[in-house]
Nanobody, 123 residues
Framework: VQLQASGGGLVQPGGSLRLSCVVS????????FGWFRQVPGKEREWVSV????????LYRPSVKGRFTVSKNSADNTVYLQMSGLKPEDTAVYYC?????????????????WGRGTLVTVSS
């Protein structure tokens, strides 16, 4: 299974970005997916989790109401729509895949990882 994340960039506070994670080598229904982020010098933290089996979602409290995770089975892609971005959202964002019924926020439960995409929120 390979994951390819993209969509990061520089955005002003209050702006929006949509991150994409293209999944190859497996169908979306075979995994749960997580979005994580990491700032240099800090631990990787979970942002959102999507259970492909039933569409259940989890959001980190600091992003709830601003971020939305979704999937498109037609193009085998998981998305993270981010709006109302804040400077503290600046990080490298990663997508990851885990077992299909697992709603894990601990990155150690995720077997497959994509390369990160940098999101910078600054004026």
């Amino acid at each position: 299974v390979q994951l390819q994340a993209s969509g990061g960039g520089l955005v002003q506070p209050g702006g929006s970005l949509r991150l994409s994670c293209v999944v190859s080598g497996s169908s979306l229904d075979s995994h749960s997916f997580g979005w994580f982020r990491q700032v240099p010098g800090k631990e990787r933290e979970w942002v959102s989790v999507l259970a492909s089996s039933d569409g259940s979602t989890l959001y980190r409290p600091s992003v709830k109401g601003r971020f939305t995770v979704s999937k498109n089975s037609a193009d085998n892609t998981v998305y993270l729509q981010m709006s109302g971005l804040k400077p503290e959202d600046t990080a490298v964002y990663y997508c990851a895949a885990a077992l299909p019924l697992l709603m894990a926020t601990n990155p150690s439960y995720y077997e497959y990882w994509g390369r990160g995409t940098l999101v910078t929120v600054s004026s």
